[in-house]
Nanobody, 115 residues
Framework: QVQLVESGGGLAQAGESLRLSCAAS????????MGWYRQSPGKQRDLVAT???????TYADSVKGRFAISRGTAKNTVYLQMNSLKPEDTGVYYC?????????WGQGTQVTVSS
């Protein structure tokens, strides 16, 4: 069983930065890929960024150049650094991870960006 716990959401003004954290139970090297997804009001949950155990990253076009996903040195945390935030980045951000044929989700953390 894997548990993913997100933190770091909150309120920000456009142009500001926030950093989200996802803490996974166990050693996350065995959980790959891991990623962040966003569900904005009235919309489906969409991929924001992913990272593999080898460090390969992918990003949604809407966040390229502004967001960065990374793995913690403690190997049990994944981060999402969000810079130059826009109102359209508002939503609930979920951490997702894959291990042994099962996808796991965190409970989500709210990010609200005002103009």
């Amino acid at each position: 069983q894997v548990q993913l716990v997100e933190s770091g959401g909150g309120l920000a003004q456009a142009g500001e930065s926030l950093r989200l954290s996802c803490a996974a139970s166990g050693t996350i090297n065995s959980i790959s890929p891991m990623g962040w997804y966003r569900q904005s009001p009235g919309k489906q949950r969409d991929l924001v960024a992913t990272i593999t155990s080898g460090g390969t990253t992918t990003y949604a076009d809407s966040v390229k150049g502004r967001f960065a996903i990374s793995r913690g040195t403690a190997k049990n945390t994944v981060y999402l650094q969000m810079n130059s935030l826009k109102p359209e980045d508002t939503g609930v951000y979920y951490c997702r991870g894959y291990r042994s044929g099962v996808w796991y989700w965190g409970q989500g953390t709210q990010v609200t960006v005002s103009s």
